[in-house]
């Protein structure tokens, strides 16, 4: 994500009091992943960009509430699903990452969108010198990725008849979706297609 990150910004200093049994567990944490406390309190203030954190709550910044699971977890439980429910789930969760864009006047710009998603965890990815975007394919099955990822770019519902059972034997219907998705299949452990890139201006796409 160097689009993103290497930016020069205004700092400020902050003088915060924190109990002893906190300041201990930085120490560490600081030692276990091997940074600075400083660099370390700088990632966790850094999350307050992309969620909320109050006493025994934790919310996304369009005040949904949010529970923490494990990754491998949740793409287990997509992945038993059909490609019905896989496009259907998909394209939920970009309307949630559209929806938290928009409130915050970011509803054109993609790299805020990928960078919201990488740092809630929801994929792996890599903007490679093309400007194409790059899904780490462990972050879910096709159907999911490519409904989530139609919804975030082009800010619509994925036909929902892009699914194995209404395309086998419908080479109209399959040559519609081979069309509108064009897979461009840059590498063999990313999901990347011609749809999903990022120009240097992404709020200027639309």
Not at 37 to 42: C, P, R, S, V
Not at 124 to 147: H, M, Q, T, Y
Not at 161 to 190: A, D, F, T
Request: glycine share 4%.
């Amino acid at each position: 994500m160097s689009k993103v990150n290497g930016l020069k910004r205004a700092t400020k200093v902050i003088t915060i009091r924190i109990d002893e049994e906190l300041n201990d567990n930085l120490d560490k944490m600081n030692k276990r992943i091997g940074i600075t406390k400083t660099n370390l309190i700088k990632h966790y203030l850094g999350l307050s960009k992309y969620l909320i954190k109050q006493k025994s709550v934790l919310q996304s910044l369009n005040d949904r509430d949010l529970v923490v699971v494990k990754r491998s977890f949740l793409r287990n439980l997509i992945e038993r699903l059909d490609e019905s429910e896989q496009l259907n789930f998909g394209d939920k969760l970009g309307v949630f990452i559209n929806d938290i864009a928009r409130i915050y006047g970011k509803q054109e710009d993609l790299l805020y969108k990928v960078d919201f998603c990488d740092n809630l965890g929801y994929l792996s990815s890599i903007i490679d010198d093309d400007d194409n975007l790059l899904v780490v394919r462990k972050f879910g099955p096709k159907k999911f990725v490519e409904a989530f990822l139609w919804r975030l770019f082009e800010q619509k519902e994925l036909d929902p008849n892009y699914i194995e059972e209404e395309m086998k034997g419908n080479k109209s219907l399959r040559q519609k979706y081979k069309n509108q998705i064009k897979e461009s299949g840059i590498s063999s452990s990313h999901y990347s297609y011609e749809f999903a890139k990022i120009p240097e201006n992404s709020n200027e796409k639309k």
